[in-house]
């Protein structure tokens, strides 16, 4: 099923569960599974890793009462339910950078719902998950992107 969700938003061609895999093999995608008995605490823990020439990307997630949540992206520590449209950035945390981020967004009429913050260690990079109501159109990215001290900007629809 992760590998259909992963694969659908990049293709032309529709991805199920019965085609995942032989849609990645055709398209040199090397798919590894495996199991491990160390979930960090938890009765089940699932880690996705795609990686290609350009980008590494690396997030965890498990299962709480029955509802999917991220607990890791790219190793910060975050705790957000993977739904609906989500802006993900990595900035350097600092004062005020939260706050011109969101200002950025209100001046195009964007409302956020919801916010997760992460950081591994004070005054570093750290790691921002906002939830927000609509699509975030290119140019508004571009904007937030040149934005002091935003470092990485995308824009996940879910």
């Known amino acids: 099923m992760i590998l259909q969700e992963v694969l659908n938003p990049i293709l032309n061609e529709p991805v199920n569960l019965v085609n995942a895999s032989t849609v990645a ?4 995608i090397i798919v590894t ?7 960090k605490g938890h009765k089940s823990l699932i880690k996705v890793e795609m990686k290609s ?8 997630g498990v299962f709480n009462q029955h509802r999917p949540r991220m607990i ?3 190793g910060y520590n975050v705790d957000v339910e993977p739904e609906g449209i989500m802006l993900i950035s990595i900035y350097n ?3 005020g950078i939260i706050g011109a981020f969101g200002t950025k967004i209100g001046e195009h009429d964007i409302n956020i719902a ?6 591994k260690e004070l005054g570093g990079e750290a790691l921002m998950v ?3 109501d ?3 159109p290119e140019f508004i990215i571009s904007e937030i992107k040149n934005l002091e001290d935003i470092n990485e900007v995308v824009s996940v629809n879910l």
Do not use: S, T
Request: some cysteine.
């Open 53 to 60: 020439d350009h980008n590494n990307v690396c997030v965890e």
């Open 134 to 136: 609509q699509i975030i």
């Open 114 to 119: 919801e916010m997760q913050v992460g950081r």
């Open 130 to 132: 906002l939830k927000v």
């Open 93 to 95: 945390d600092k004062p």
């Open 72 to 74: 890791m992206i790219n």
């Open 33 to 39: 599974e495996g199991k491990r008995y160390d979930a």
């Open 25 to 28: 093999e055709n398209r040199g």
